[in-house]
């Protein structure tokens, strides 16, 4: 046998074991986001990239974030989540009550974590803010606390006041609940 024969055929047996040795690739990890109007620059959604950068979570290197965003159309929310779950990404985040409301709809099974939501308890997202319970989670802006004193500082400013309009969404779960508070302590 001629010295490059052996050479190949020792080298190709050496190389074979290799192979099969191989790690699979890492799976990267992939992340729905949920909004409406915003878009991924917002304020918001970079805060969020700035927070996962933080951690070692990097867009494009170990991260795939999959944004999706409903704009001024509630009726696309379900869809969008529906969306999202058939990408099978691994957790969902929210921004509204819609988006959460939506994504809690589209699935019981993958990770929801919502922001920028008032009354998740009362809106049924969650069983408690202490144990959330299922797979809803998140930041609530309790802004239920805060009506009662926005209506006190309203009477500070202006005690002979009589009335007040109220701006509010009614697509809005939170917002509707919201009025619903403010009426009662009013």
């Given at each position: 046998?001629?010295?490059?024969?052996?050479?190949?055929?020792?080298?190709?047996?050496?190389?074979?074991?290799?192979a099969?040795e191989?790690?699979?690739?890492?799976?990267?990890?992939?992340?729905?986001?949920?909004?409406?109007?915003?878009?991924?620059?917002s304020?918001?959604?970079?805060?969020?990239?700035?927070?996962?950068?933080?951690?070692?979570?990097?867009?494009?290197?170990?991260?795939?974030?999959?944004?999706?965003?409903?704009?001024?159309?509630?009726?696309?929310?379900?869809?969008?989540?529906?969306?999202?779950?058939?990408?099978?990404?691994?957790?969902?985040?929210t921004?509204?009550?819609?988006?959460?409301?939506?994504?809690?709809?589209?699935?019981?099974?993958?990770?929801?974590?919502?922001?920028?939501?008032?009354?998740?308890?009362?809106?049924?997202?969650?069983?408690?803010?202490?144990?959330?319970?299922?797979?809803?989670?998140?930041?609530?802006?309790?802004l239920?606390?805060?009506?009662?004193?926005?209506?006190?500082?309203?009477?500070?400013?202006?005690?002979?006041?009589?009335?007040?309009?109220?701006?509010?969404?009614?697509?809005?779960?939170?917002?509707?609940?919201g009025?619903?508070?403010?009426?009662?302590?009013?």
């Open positions: 046998m001629d010295r490059r024969a052996f050479l190949a055929s020792t080298v190709g047996a050496l190389a074979a074991p290799l099969v191989a790690q699979p690739p890492r799976r990267v990890p992939r992340i729905g986001a949920l909004g409406g109007p915003q878009s991924p620059d304020p918001a959604w970079a805060g969020f990239r700035q927070g996962l950068r933080e951690l070692g979570w990097e867009e494009g290197r170990n991260l795939v974030l999959e944004f999706r965003f409903a704009g001024a159309w509630d009726e696309r929310y379900g869809e969008l989540a529906g969306e999202l779950v058939r990408l099978k990404v691994d957790v969902l985040v921004h509204n009550s819609q988006a959460a409301r939506a994504a809690k709809d589209a699935t019981s099974t993958i990770p929801i974590v919502m922001y920028a939501v008032a009354y998740p308890v009362e809106a049924g997202f969650v069983a408690s803010l202490a144990r959330p319970g299922g797979n809803v989670t998140g930041v609530s802006n309790q239920g606390d805060l009506m009662g004193k926005y209506l006190d500082l309203l009477r500070e400013i202006a005690p002979g006041m009589r009335r007040v309009a109220l701006l509010w969404d009614p697509n809005n779960l939170s917002s509707a609940l009025l619903k508070e403010v009426e009662v302590l009013a």
